[in-house]
């Protein structure tokens, strides 16, 4: 079957261009971004931008809502997002820590509006991206409203999974119990399809695509078997050729990426998984380090053999067993007006609180009854002859376009008026004088 392995690239480096050219399923880029421009048309394409100032942890303890937490990443890394047009999906934060339901809530509303601002700017998101063994399933019901809107944004959920010292170990029947046997799961590496067979599915989520961002043998990850002290795949010669009678070890960890690849073939939802990693800055990457050894050899054979389908996001399906809809004798149209009215929408920035809401009523409501809202698609949509829309400091909204630019492209046939104003007051007397 097609494979679904890619590269993990920390930093382009020997071999990179011809595994991916092979027929790579996804490539994920945490540095030199230029290079994801010779990537072909077909394989997926991540991005993640190092954010070494703060964390999701940070943010929420600082007071930061979920919108302002999202609107300040964005801002952060938005010169990279222009300077790399070629890379339309990016990560957010990397492997956020969530104890509780109350943080975990904080987080999906975060990647919610992370989604909203993101199309804003033409681009996609890969959500959640949390890290191997986590979080507890029983947080996963309070990541739900992210899920329940990524398929509206295309977006896919993110997950990071290995295990040590072998990628197999805490799956099936290798645990540490002898008498344990979690069949085709894992605590770890196949962690995904506990997520999914216990919360996504039966939710109606299951149709949401994921990618392993990260994938391989990793030191950290516990518990290891009793007397084992692990290591990534270039330190786990002498363990591999003593224990398993395995002396080769870059064709030992490689029959173990294919084994894990093996895996994601079983399942639709999975779109691919990155090998961490291509290219390295020395250790402790660079015991990870694929490029240039026999690992990344056999791995372009092994693409080149059966090569990923082209990336396409999931088509839309309905809900339940993933049947589609059935057909209508007669469309409803959606959209129309009843009769025609002239709308106009007071537009408000995404930072407003309740104070600007509440000098729009204030300044037109009596007289003018005017639509009130933060969306600027809300503004524009509508089979409408007059849609009117007055965009309050619209220099606030974040992207590379202005509003104006933006009805122009997406609404044209909107009357488009900006007012700026430092406070909800003189909000309430600009309007009254409109």
């Known amino acids: 079957m097609p494979t679904k392995l890619g590269p993990h690239v920390l930093r382009v480096a020997a071999d990179l261009k011809e595994y991916i050219q092979a027929g790579s399923a996804v490539a994920k880029f945490v540095g030199d971004w230029g290079a994801a421009r010779d990537v072909p048309t077909g394989v997926l394409v991540i991005g993640r931008k190092h954010q070494g100032d703060y964390d999701a942890q940070h943010q929420k303890a600082t007071g930061k809502t979920p919108l302002e937490a999202a609107q300040q990443f964005i801002q952060d890394q938005l010169s990279t997002y222009q300077s790399n047009p070629h890379i339309k999906y990016w990560e957010g934060h ?41 979080p507890d399933l029983a947080l996963w019901p309070a990541f739900f409203p992210a899920l329940r809107v990524a398929r509206q944004y295309q977006a896919i959920l993110g997950l990071h999974e290995y295990s040590c010292p072998w990628m197999w170990w805490m799956t099936g029947k290798y645990q540490l119990d002898p008498n344990a046997d979690e069949g085709d799961e894992g605590w770890t590496t196949l962690r995904y399809r506990k997520v999914y067979r216990q919360h996504l599915i039966p ?112 088509a839309v399906e309905s809900e339940g067993e993933g049947e589609p809809e059935p057909e209508t004798e007669i469309e409803k149209p959606r959209g129309h007006p009843r009769v025609q009215y002239e709308r106009t929408y007071v537009l408000l920035p995404p930072n407003a609180d309740a104070a600007w809401a509440r000098a729009v009523v204030e300044g037109a409501w009596d007289e ?67």
């Open 203 to 314: 939710n109606g989520l299951g149709n949401v695509p994921l990618v392993i961002t990260e994938c391989g043998i990793d030191p950290l990850v516990n518990p290891k078997p009793p007397g084992v002290e692990g290591g990534a795949w270039k330190q786990l010669g002498r363990f591999w050729a003593e224990h398993d009678d395995e002396p080769d070890k870059a064709d030992y960890y490689f029959r173990q990426l294919v084994w894990y690849d093996k895996e994601l073939q079983k399942d639709d939802y999975v779109i691919g998984a990155t090998i961490f990693t291509w290219g390295s800055f020395g250790p402790p990457w660079s015991h990870f380090d694929v490029a240039g050894t026999d690992v990344a050899k056999k791995l372009i054979a092994y693409t080149q053999a059966d090569p990923a389908r082209p990336f396409e996001y999931p």
């Open 94 to 134: 990397n492997e956020p820590v969530w104890n509780d339901e109350e943080g975990m809530g904080w987080y999906a509303q975060f990647e919610v509006e992370r989604m909203r601002l993101m199309a804003d700017l033409g681009l996609k998101c890969v959500i959640g991206n949390f890290a191997t063994g986590s």
């Open 368 to 434: 003018k009854r005017c639509t009130i809202g933060s969306s600027a698609d809300d503004a524009g949509i509508g089979d409408l002859d007059a849609r009117r829309v007055i965009a309050v400091n619209p220099q606030e909204w974040p992207g590379p376009q202005t509003l104006a630019e933006f009805y122009a492209q997406y609404y044209p046939g909107v009357e488009y008026e900006a007012i700026t104003a430092a406070t909800p007051a003189e909000l309430a007397q600009k309007l009254a004088s409109e």
